[in-house]
């Protein structure tokens, strides 16, 4: 078998960076990690709003008891009426990521 060696130049924009896929995957755990989302914020991040959120995820008893805090999770279900949802945002990303065939295949 034969090989041809090549140098080649190709320029990259002073804007632009180049890194590993490894690195990229790590900074955008790191952007996640330690932060809290409140319901709105999945909203955006999903592009669904509240009430499909809710009635698909998390009132789904299937996954309530995966995200939950009171049985273990990394969400914080209201108790009453003016509290907010609050979602571990790292495990929620993994979560939405993971879960994306059980959420749509449940509608």
Not at 10 to 27: F, N, Q, T, Y
Not at 35 to 58: A, H, Q
């Amino acid at each position: 078998m034969q090989s041809l060696a090549v140098n080649l130049t190709i320029p990259i924009p002073e804007d632009h960076i180049l890194i590993s896929k490894v690195e990229l995957a790590d900074l955008k755990e790191q952007a996640v990690a330690g932060r809290y989302w409140t319901l709105k914020d999945i909203e955006v991040r999903t592009g669904y709003r509240g009430p499909w959120i809710k009635d698909n995820i998390l009132y789904n008893p299937k996954f309530r008891k995966v995200l939950d805090v009171e049985q273990g999770g990394f969400v914080y279900y209201p108790r009453s009426s003016g509290e907010k949802w609050t979602f571990l945002a790292s495990k929620m990303t993994e979560f939405l990521e993971f879960h994306f065939k059980d959420i749509f295949k449940t509608i």
